[in-house]
T-cell receptor
Framework: NAGVTQTPKFQVLKTGQSMTLQCAQD?????MSWYRQDPGMGLRLIHY???????DQGEVPNGYNVSRSTTEDFPLRLLSAAPSQTSVYFC???????????????FGSGTRLTVV | DAKTTQPPSMDCAEGRAANLPCNHS???????VYWYRQIHSQGPQYIIH???NNETNEMASLIITEDRKSSTLILPHATLRDTAVYYC???????????FGQGTTLQVKP
């Protein structure tokens, strides 16, 4: 049981490049989310998914795309990287409703992205 | 989505109880209150959650007022390793979203 796995852990991109941040969970969680955290700031929700084939926008969706073809995977695509997207990105997953023994959202260890 | 209000910072002496308050006056009847903490730049760590009853686990206790408009997270014996940013979040009952606020920076001092 690996929990939530994010790859890569570190990435440097040039302005205009595209890339995909990977997120996988092995807990059979229905809900998955992507957050970004800028230095000294709180986490902001980018996109989220309530199940395979269903995604929706969060607080700061512009410049990012997501898809959810399987329960396990929720990749985040940066379409054309900009310096303003330099941030730490966290993926998280959860059951759809709080359950006995539930511990809410489980977070990955993050991807540190720098756009130059 | 229900908003939460927390003090930006608090201090606590090592070994003493840390009581972190949170207001969530617009919470709906079926929405849960969750507490997370974030140490340095690690991923947020789940602490505890509750609906209406007080809850206790190995990390902390959660006290929710009868009208559910506020809650308090209690770390019974704070240690230096409890220094972190603590987030109180109302989880949306419709979408399950977690929307983070600015949280409370807890500094535990020797």
């Amino acid at each position: 049981n690996a929990g939530v796995t994010q790859t890569p852990k570190f990435q440097v991109l040039k302005t205009g490049q595209s890339m995909t941040l990977q997120c996988a969970q092995d807990m059979n969680h229905e809900y998955m989310s992507w957050y970004r955290q800028d230095p000294g700031m709180g986490l902001r929700l980018i996109h989220y998914s309530v199940g395979a084939g269903i995604t929706d926008q969060g607080e700061v969706p512009n410049g990012y795309n997501v898809s959810r073809s399987t329960t396990e995977d929720f990749p985040l695509r940066l379409l054309s990287a900009a310096p303003s997207q330099t941030s730490v990105y966290f993926c998280a997953s959860s059951y759809d409703v709080p359950q006995g023994g539930d511990r809410g959202y489980t977070f990955g260890s993050g991807t540190r992205l720098t756009v130059v | 989505d229900a908003k939460t209000t927390q003090p930006p910072s608090m201090d606590c002496a090592e070994g003493r109880a840390a009581n972190l308050p949170c207001n969530h006056s617009t919470i709906s009847g079926n929405e849960y209150v969750y507490w997370y903490r974030q140490i340095h730049s690690q991923g947020p760590q789940y602490i505890i959650h509750g609906l209406k009853n007080n809850e206790t686990n190995e990390m902390a206790s959660l006290i929710i007022t009868e009208d559910r408009k506020s809650s308090t997270l209690i770390l019974p014996h704070a240690t230096l390793r409890d220094t972190a940013v603590y987030y109180c979040i109302v989880r949306s009952s419709n979408t399950g979203k977690l929307i983070f606020g600015q949280g409370t920076t807890l500094q535990v001092k020797p």
